[in-house]
């Protein structure tokens, strides 16, 4: 079964819009977006989209590949203490030169929506965020939406990574799952894979994930175009399409963040 993210994106979406009314002044939402990446501009546009759907006022912060840590974190600091700024999204991966988690570190936990600043990071991993990671919220959203328990599961994480696979691990062993993660270092990866009933990938290697890969009947969420799609929804038992899985529910994931924060 191929899992249908738009349909669960405007679910929340439709809850997302009757709490944002509650406020006086429409909330605003900002991206920051460093030099010229279309994929990363694309999904800001989809993000603008849904947050104009749904009341949510949203404005894009661009700066130069070029810039300095120095200068951008200067910008941030502008940006964060604005107060018309109610929940701030910096777009990642930022170019190589720039230290990705000093800049994070700007965002307040009030505002910070993808719980990527150290101190959001550390609230989530002792249990104590009011929100969750929108990764770890599109997951959620999936699981309840068809059922899936994964207490007892063996749940394989491709990548390791700050946006997928650090926190989504650290959720799955919360819920009772086994987890294992692969990294590009992991023996036997297919061996690994093959014996998950849920896969999770968010590398970001288009063919990584071969139908060979996977067992049969199991749940494959694919944040990172990673999986073989045509020949893995034969196998799996649930699968996300590359198109229309998981970008719409993270997307709205982020805007039911920026409302409960404020709530």
């Known amino acids: 079964m191929i899992i249908d993210g738009?349909?669960?994106?405007?679910?929340?979406?439709?809850?997302?819009?009757?709490?944002?009314?509650?406020?006086?002044?429409?909330l605003r939402l900002v991206?920051?977006?460093?030099?010229?990446?279309?994929e990363l501009r694309k999904f800001i546009e989809l993000k603008k989209k849904a947050a104009q759907e749904v009341g949510i006022d949203?404005?894009?912060?661009?700066?130069?590949?070029?810039?300095t840590n120095n200068k951008l974190r200067e910008e941030l600091n502008k940006i964060t203490k604005a107060?018309?700024?109610?929940?701030?999204?910096?777009?990642l991966p930022l170019p190589k030169h720039l230290n990705t988690q000093y800049l994070l570190n700007t965002i307040p936990e009030e505002k910070d929506v993808d719980v990527l600043s150290q101190k959001s990071q550390g609230a989530f991993f002792v249990g104590k965020s009011k929100i969750l990671p929108p990764a770890i919220e599109a997951v959620q959203q999936i699981f309840t939406e068809y059922s899936i328990d994964p207490?007892?599961?063996?749940?394989v994480v491709f990548g390791y990574g700050l946006l997928v696979g650090k926190q989504v691990s650290h959720w799955l062993i919360n819920q009772g799952a086994t987890v294992m993660v692969i990294t590009e270092y992991t023996k036997d990866q297919v061996k690994i894979s093959k014996e998950a009933d849920i896969i999770i990938s968010g590398v970001g290697k288009p063919g990584l994930i071969t139908a060979d890969m996977i067992k049969s009947g199991a749940t494959v969420i694919d944040f990172g175009k990673d999986v073989d799609f045509e020949a893995a929804s034969k196998k799996a038992g649930l699968i996300t399409p590359p198109i229309g899985g998981v970008g719409p529910i993270v997307v709205a994931a982020?805007?039911?963040?920026?409302?409960?924060l404020w709530t």
């Open 6 to 26: 738009r349909k669960i994106a405007q679910r929340i979406l439709k809850e997302v819009k009757g709490k944002a009314k509650k406020f006086e002044k429409p």
């Open 31 to 38: 991206a920051v977006l460093v030099g010229e990446n279309p």
């Open 58 to 67: 949203f404005k894009i912060y661009e700066f130069p590949e070029d810039i």
């Open 83 to 91: 107060k018309v700024n109610y929940g701030i999204i910096i777009e």
């Open 151 to 155: 207490k007892g599961k063996l749940a």
């Open 254 to 260: 982020v805007l039911k963040n920026l409302v409960e």
